[in-house]
């Protein structure tokens, strides 16, 4: 069974400081992986999917990469604001085939990020 | 304007009743999800519908139960078979199944009388 984890569970960072939150996966057969925002008491928004294939994608001052291999994956904030303030949960989608079809979460990393 | 709606933002529920959440999309989506989050913890996958008429159980289906008549409507029903609902359920979905970003809904927080 796939399993999700992210390390660190919660981040405070002073503004303007670069920042990586990890994520790690136990079986490395996954289609793609995607990056999730949630604020507070709302729904998720999509940051970034990377498809299995891929190593890693950008938008904006955000980078993530991705190494199957190791079961693992990054999400890079350049120059962090307090906007960006929020949990992040990184999740992935099984290979098809393997009957399991639709996204495994983690428990995410709580971001704070101060003024 | 597109996107997913779940109506309501909060519902209270009495020991042995069932309540139904609403999910609409006007995406044009062929597949939608119900997931449900508890504080401090990741998201779970109660069911999940592929097409019209066609839907499946996820990781913790037991005490729900879900029906997918329209393409645009996936509403989930709570049942009193299901002993600790207090939660937060998020309802997604995706142009197809298994490539695609799923997008969300802003969610419904469920509490028990």
């Known amino acids: 069974k796939q399993e999700v984890t992210q390390i660190p569970a919660a981040l405070s960072v002073p503004e303007g400081e670069n920042l990586v939150l990890n994520c790690s996966f136990t079986?490395?057969?996954?289609?793609?992986l995607q990056w999730f925002r949630q604020d507070p008491g709302k729904g998720l928004t999509s940051l970034l999917l990377?498809?299995?294939?891929?190593r890693e994608q950008t938008s904006g001052r955000l980078n993530a990469s991705l190494d199957k291999s190791s079961g693992r994956s990054t999400l890079y904030i350049a120059a962090s604001q307090p906007g960006d303030s929020a949990t992040y949960l990184c999740a992935v989608r099984v290979t098809a085939n393997t009957g399991r079809r639709a996204l495994t979460f983690g428990s995410g990393t709580r971001l704070q990020v101060q003024p | 304007d597109g996107g997913i709606t779940q109506s309501p933002k909060y519902l209270f529920r009495k020991e042995g009743q069932n309540v139904t959440l609403s999910c609409e999309q006007n995406l044009n989506h062929d597949a939608m999800y119900w997931y449900r989050q508890d504080p401090g913890q990741g998201l779970r996958l109660i069911y999940y519908?592929?097409?019209?008429?066609?839907?499946q159980k996820g990781d913790i289906a037991e005490g729900y139960s879900v029906s997918r008549e329209k393409k645009e409507s996936f509403p989930l029903t709570v049942t009193s078979a299901q002993k600790n609902p207090t939660a937060f359920y998020l309802c997604a979905s995706s142009i197809r199944q298994y490539q695609e970003t799923q997008y969300f809904g802003p969610g419904t927080r469920l509490l028990v009388l």
């Open positions: 519908s592929q097409i019209v008429n066609d839907f």
């Open positions: 990377i498809q299995s294939s891929q």
């Open positions: 079986d490395s057969a996954i289609y793609n």
